[in-house]
C-alpha cells in the first residue's frame, strides 16, 4: 500500500471518527433537554427591568396579584395565554442554556410572518430561580445585565 493511500484512508478515518462526534453531542444534548413545560416553569426577571414573573405549570403571575393561565404548543413553539376575559398568544423560544426565554407577540404564529394590524413586541426574560413559589414583584434587587 503507497503512502498516498495510506494518508486518504487516514483522512476518511478522521472524518467518519470526526461524523460520529459530532452526532454523538447532538444527540446527547437533545436526550438531556429539559422539556418546554418544565423549563418555562420558575422565577423570571423582565430583562431591562426589575419586574420578575412566576410561571407555574399553568399560570403566568405577575406583580399585583395579576395572572394569565396559559398553555403551550410545543410544536409550533407558541404560548397562549388568557385572562378576564382577554387572550393572545406569543412565539417563544429559549437560549441554548434555557436561561433566556424570549417571548414575541404579534407574530403570525403559524407562519411567523409579522402580523399588519399589530407591532411586533419582544419581551426577554431571564431565569432567576425554578421556585414556582416565589412572589412576582416590580421592585426587586438584582444583577442588571
Do not use: C
Amino acid at each position: 500500500m503507497g503512502v498516498g493511500r495510506k494518508v486518504i484512508i487516514g483522512i476518511l478515518v478522521i472524518g467518519v471518527l470526526v461524523a460520529g462526534g459530532i452526532f454523538g453531542y447532538r444527540y446527547y444534548r437533545e436526550q438531556t433537554r429539559v422539556p418546554d413545560a418544565q423549563a418555562v416553569q420558575g422565577e423570571w426577571r423582565v430583562e431591562g427591568t426589575d419586574m420578575t414573573v412566576v410561571i407555574d405549570g399553568d399560570t403566568i403571575h405577575l406583580p399585583d396579584n395579576a395572572s394569565y393561565s396559559y398553555t403551550l404548543d410545543t410544536s409550533t413553539g407558541t404560548v397562549t395565554y388568557t385572562a378576564a376575559g382577554h387572550s393572545g398568544s406569543a412565539l417563544y423560544s429559549f437560549s441554548k442554556d434555557e436561561e433566556t426565554l424570549t417571548l414575541i407577540e404579534g407574530e403570525d404564529t403559524a407562519s411567523g410572518a409579522s402580523s399588519s394590524s399589530d407591532a411586533s413586541v419582544t419581551t426577554v426574560l431571564v431565569k432567576i430561580s425554578s421556585s414556582t413559589s416565589a412572589s412576582p414583584t416590580t421592585n426587586v434587587n438584582v444583577a442588571s445585565d
